[in-house]
């Protein structure tokens, strides 16, 4: 069983940058594929950025590339999701989710476990 807990949220004005932080305990971890997702008010969640288990690959949404950069150390068990240059359009609650293989995947129904997401708002 794997506990996913985020952090690093919060209010920030358009062209500023944030840190998401994925907490996971857990001591088969490290052997999971981790993927962000976000989900804006009346809107489906969708994913945003996915990392395999040994960071040699990853995946980006066309609205993240260039912008946002994920990655993980597994040593301290965490993920990190580093937003830059925000736009008002990325507000949404960001969840942090595990799939049990170690290759990474795009797809919403291949991660078994979630965390309970973190606000992030982003002023015009």
């Known amino acids: 069983q794997v506990q996913l807990v985020e952090s690093g949220g919060g209010l920030v004005q358009a062209g500023g940058s944030l840190r998401l932080s994925c907490a996971a305990s857990g001591r088969t971890w490290g052997n999971y594929a981790m993927g962000w997702f976000r989900q804006a008010p009346g809107e489906d969640r969708f994913i945003v950025a996915a990392?395999?288990?040994?960071?040699?690959?990853?995946w980006y949404s066309v609205s993240a590339r260039g912008r946002f950069i994920i990655s993980r150390d597994n040593a301290k068990n965490t993920m990190y999701l580093q937003m830059n240059s925000l736009k008002p359009e990325d507000t949404a609650v960001y969840y942090c989710a595990a799939r049990r293989v170690s290759e990474l995947d795009v797809r919403e129904y291949q991660y078994d476990y979630w965390g309970q997401g973190t606000q992030v708002t982003v002023s015009s």
């Open positions: 990392i395999s288990q040994s960071s040699d690959s990853t």
